[in-house]
C-alpha cells in the first residue's frame, strides 16, 4: 500500500515538474525575441525548418525504468496540447523518435548522446538518440535528461551563423540536459513550429523589408537562378561574338584563341562574382586588388595556351574524336583551374577571399565543370555539324562548277571551224572527177578528224601523241587542198609523248597558221610544229612563215576560244604569247601534267 501510495505522489510530483501545458499568452514585448531565436536556432537561412510531417511515435529501446517510462509518457501527454498538425504516442516498435539509453555504474563517466536524422522532402523521417545515465543519478536528474532528448528529439537544432539571440536555460541552447529547462519560449517554438500556418506567421514576423524576407528564406535559390542565367548569357554572348564574327568555332592561331579564351571565361567570372555576392558587393574588392586580377589572367593565359596545343594535334581528325579530346581537355581545364584559382585566392591580400587551398573540389563546382563541358560540346557540335554541312554545300558547288566547266569546254571543242568544213568537201567535190585516189585519201582524213571529235568528246585532257596525231590529219587535208604550196613538219620530245594537254589545242594553231599565214602569201607555205619540255612546263609552239601578227591578233585571229579554254583548266598557270621576229611563232605555256593525273 505504501508503495502504491509513494508511486502516485511521484507521478504527480512528475506531472507538475514537467508540465508546460497549452501556452498561455506572451508577453508582446518578448514575442520579438522568441522570434529571433527561433530564426537563430531553427530556421537559419536557405532552410525548411525541420519538423515531423507524419504522425510522431516515441519508441524507449534499453534500461529504461518504470519511473522513465511515465516520465516519457506524461511529458508526451502534454507536447500533444501545443502540436497541431501531427499527433504522437508512445509505442513498443517501428517508432520515429528512437530514444535509447544505456545505464552506466560509473559515476564519473561523461554523458555522451549521437543524433542519427534522416531527411526527405525537408521533413525529419527519424530521430534517434543514444545516451548514458549512470545508475545513482536522481530520478529528477533522470527525468531532466528524458525531457530534454525528446523534447529536442521534435526538431533539428541548426548552426545560424548570423543568429545572435541567446536564452539561457533553454532547451535548444543549452548542450547539456542539467543545465536546462523547459521556459516559455521553448513552448512557443514547438507550438509555432507544428502549427499549420508556421511560414506564414514566420513571414509576417519577420523583422525586415520584403527583399530581406525573400533573400533570408531563397538566397541559395536566387543564386542558383542567377548562375542558370549567368551561363544562358554567356552562351548568348558568345553566339553574338559569333554572329559579328568577334569569335568563331575555327581557331587557326594560338593568339585568336587566346583572346576569344580570356572574353568568354573573364565574362562568366564577372556574373558568377556579381551572383554570389550580390547583396554584399564583395566583388568589388577584386577590382582594387590589381595583383590578384593579373594573377588570375596570367593563370587563363597558361590553361588556355596548353588547351590551344593539345587541340590542335587533333584538329584534322573527324568529329567524334574531337569531341571525346574535347571532353577530356574541357574537364582537366576546369578543374585545374578551380583548384588554382583557389591557390591564388589564398594567396590574395583581401580577407575575404582567403580560403583553404586544398585538391579537392565542391559539388556546386562539379556541377559547374559538367555543365562547362556539355555547354561546349553542344556549341562545338552545333558548329562542327554547320562547317560539315557548308562544306558538303561547297562541294556540291563545286561539282555543279565542274559540271559547268565540263559542259563550257564541250561547247568549246565543237566549235570547229565551218569554214575548213565547207573548204574541205569543196576540195573534195573538185578532186572526184581528177583525182579519185587523192579524193579517197581526203575523205577518209576528214573522216578520222571527225571521228576523233566524237570519240573523245567525253574527254577533256588527252596525250600529246594523240593531240599530233589528229594535227598531222588536219595538216594532211589542208595539203591536199594547197597540193605543193603548203609544206609541215611536226618535232616532238619522245619523253611527253604520253603528256596531258587538252583536247583540241593544237588544232586552231595550226588552223590559224594556214588562215592567216600561208593562205596569203605567193610563195610556198611552211608550217612547223614543236612540242617541248622546259622544267616544269611543257611548250607548244606553231611555226608559219606568213606575214607578220598585229598587236592583238586574238580576235582577228579566232584565238578566243583557245583562251576560254585555257582559263577553265588552268587559271592563271597557262600563258599564250607571240613574236614575230626572229621566227614567227605562237607559243602555249602550260603546266606538266602526267597522264596519272
Same mark, same amino acid.
Given at each position: ?227 542558370? =542565367?549567368? /551561363? !544562358?548569357?554567356?552562351?548568348?554572348? &558568345? #553566339?553574338?561574338? *559569333?554572329?559579328?564574327? %568577334?569569335?568563331? $568555332?575555327? +581557331? ?37 586588388? =590589381?595583383? /590578384? !586580377?593579373?594573377?588570375?589572367?596570367? &593563370? #587563363?593565359?597558361? *590553361?588556355?595556351?596548353? %588547351?590551344?596545343? $593539345?587541340? +590542335? ?285
Amino acid at each position: 500500500m505504501k508503495l502504491r501510495l509513494t508511486l502516485l505522489l511521484l507521478h504527480l510530483f512528475l506531472y507538475s515538474t514537467n508540465s508546460f501545458c497549452q501556452l498561455d499568452s506572451i508577453d508582446p514585448s518578448m514575442e520579438h525575441t522568441y522570434w529571433n531565436f527561433l530564426r537563430a536556432k531553427i530556421l537559419p537561412p536557405n532552410a525548411y525548418a525541420a519538423r515531423f510531417e507524419t504522425d510522431i511515435k516515441v519508441q524507449l529501446v534499453g534500461d529504461f525504468t518504470h519511473l522513465d517510462s511515465l516520465s516519457i509518457n506524461n511529458n508526451i501527454k502534454e507536447i500533444r496540447q501545443l502540436i497541431k498538425t501531427v499527433n504522437i504516442e508512445l509505442t513498443d516498435s517501428l517508432g520515429n523518435i528512437i530514444l535509447t539509453l544505456a545505464n552506466s555504474n560509473d559515476n564519473s563517466k561523461t554523458l555522451i548522446h549521437k543524433t542519427y536524422d534522416s531527411q526527405s522532402n525537408k521533413s525529419i523521417v527519424l530521430q534517434e538518440y543514444r545516451f548514458t545515465l549512470y545508475s545513482s543519478m536522481s530520478q529528477k536528474n533522470r527525468n531532466k535528461n528524458l525531457r530534454y532528448y525528446l523534447f529536442r528529439a521534435l526538431t533539428k537544432v541548426q548552426q545560424n551563423p548570423n543568429g545572435d539571440t541567446v536564452l539561457y536555460s533553454s532547451i535548444f541552447q543549452e548542450k547539456e540536459p542539467e543545465n536546462s529547462d523547459i521556459i516559455e519560449v521553448d513552448k512557443f517554438i514547438i507550438q509555432k513550429l507544428y502549427s499549420p500556418d508556421f511560414y506564414d506567421q514566420f513571414k509576417s514576423n519577420f523583422h525586415g523589408s520584403k527583399y530581406d524576407y525573400i533573400y533570408y528564406r531563397y538566397e541559395n535559390n536566387i543564386k542558383l537562378i542567377l548562375k542558370a =542565367l549567368g /551561363l !544562358l548569357i554567356g552562351f548568348i554572348v &558568345l #553566339l553574338l561574338l *559569333l554572329k559579328y564574327k %568577334l569569335t568563331s $568555332i575555327k +581557331n587557326n592561331n594560338w593568339s585568336s584563341y587566346i583572346k576569344q579564351g580570356l572574353l568568354i571565361i573573364n565574362f562568366i567570372f564577372i556574373f558568377n562574382l556579381i551572383s554570389q555576392n550580390i547583396s554584399g558587393y564583395y566583388w568589388l574588392a577584386l577590382v582594387l586588388n =590589381l595583383k /590578384l !586580377l593579373v594573377s588570375v589572367e596570367l &593563370l #587563363l593565359i597558361i *590553361l588556355l595556351s596548353c %588547351l590551344y596545343y $593539345i587541340e +590542335n594535334l587533333v584538329s584534322n581528325e573527324g568529329i567524334s574524336i574531337r569531341l571525346i579530346v574535347q571532353i577530356i581537355t574541357t574537364t582537366l581545364f576546369t578543374y585545374v583551374l578551380f583548384i588554382s584559382l583557389q591557390y591564388v585566392l589564398t594567396q590574395s591580400s583581401t580577407n575575404i577571399f582567403k580560403t583553404p587551398w586544398s585538391w579537392s573540389i565542391q559539388l556546386k563546382q562539379i556541377i559547374a565543370i559538367i555543365s562547362t563541358v556539355c555547354i561546349r560540346l553542344i556549341f562545338n557540335f552545333v558548329n562542327f555539324k554547320n562547317i560539315q554541312e557548308l562544306r558538303i554545300r561547297d562541294l556540291e558547288l563545286t561539282q555543279i562548277k565542274g559540271l559547268k566547266t565540263k559542259a563550257e569546254l564541250q561547247a568549246l571543242h565543237s566549235r570547229i571551224n565551218p569554214h575548213f568544213l565547207y573548204n574541205s568537201l569543196n576540195s573534195i567535190a573538185a578532186l572526184a572527177h581528177i583525182n579519185p585516189a587523192k579524193t579517197e585519201h581526203m575523205a577518209l582524213a576528214l573522216s578520222d578528224f571527225f571521228r576523233y571529235a566524237i570519240n573523245h568528246k567525253d574527254q577533256d585532257m588527252i596525250e600529246v601523241e594523240k593531240e599530233v596525231d589528229i594535227a598531222r590529219t588536219y595538216l594532211q587535208i589542208e595539203k591536199a587542198r594547197f597540193e605543193d604550196d603548203l609544206e609541215f613538219t611536226i618535232e616532238i620530245d619522245n619523253s611527253i609523248q604520253t603528256t596531258l594537254i587538252p583536247r583540241f589545242l593544237i588544232q586552231p594553231l595550226i588552223e590559224n597558221a594556214v588562215k592567216h599565214g600561208v593562205s596569203v602569201i605567193q610563195e610556198k607555205g611552211i608550217i612547223q610544229l614543236e612540242i617541248s619540255k622546259q622544267e616544269e612546263n611543257l611548250l607548244v609552239r606553231v611555226f608559219d612563215n606568213g606575214p607578220d601578227f598585229p598587236n592583238m591578233p586574238i580576235s582577228g585571229y579566232g584565238l578566243q576560244s583557245l583562251y576560254e579554254k585555257l582559263e577553265l583548266l588552268y587559271g592563271e598557270s597557262a600563258k599564250i604569247s607571240w613574236e614575230n621576229q626572229p621566227d614567227k611563232n605562237i607559243c602555249i605555256r602550260l603546266p606538266f601534267t602526267p597522264k596519272s593525273v
